[in-house]
């Protein structure tokens, strides 16, 4: 069974920056690529960062591309979304989830092992 829990969610005002972590567990939960998704009231989830099991790869959403950073330290077994240049629009619920079987980065349907989520806020 592989787990994800995230955490570092908060109340910050515009222009301000946050790190989401997500700590995976299980076997093998070094090895999944990972990815962060958001919801924000009355949305659809939506794509906003991808990692490569290796760390090597990244892949963003046009919307953060240049203001958040996903990175990994699998040590530790732990993801993280640096977010910088908060904008009002980036207040959502934020969810880390693991790949096991592979498919397309952006796709919620390929994201087998999901966390509860950290909302965070963004006040403008």
């Known amino acids: 069974q592989v787990r994800a829990v995230e955490s570092g969610g908060g109340l910050v005002q515009s222009g301000d920056s946050l790190r989401l972590s997500c700590a995976v567990s299980?076997?093998?939960?070094?090895?999944?690529?990972m990815v962060w998704f958001r919801q924000a009231p009355g949305n659809e989830r939506e794509f906003v960062a991808h990692i490569t099991w290796s760390g090597q790869g990244t892949y963003y959403a046009d919307s953060v591309k240049g203001r958040f950073t996903i990175s990994r330290d699998n040590g530790k077994n732990t993801v993280h979304l640096q977010m910088n240049s908060l904008k009002p629009e980036d207040t959502a619920v934020y969810y880390c989830a693991a790949q096991a079987y592979g498919g397309s980065y952006y796709s919620e349907g390929s994201y087998d092992y999901w966390g509860q989520g950290t909302q965070v806020t963004v006040s403008s």
């Open positions: 299980g076997r093998t939960g070094s090895f999944y690529p």
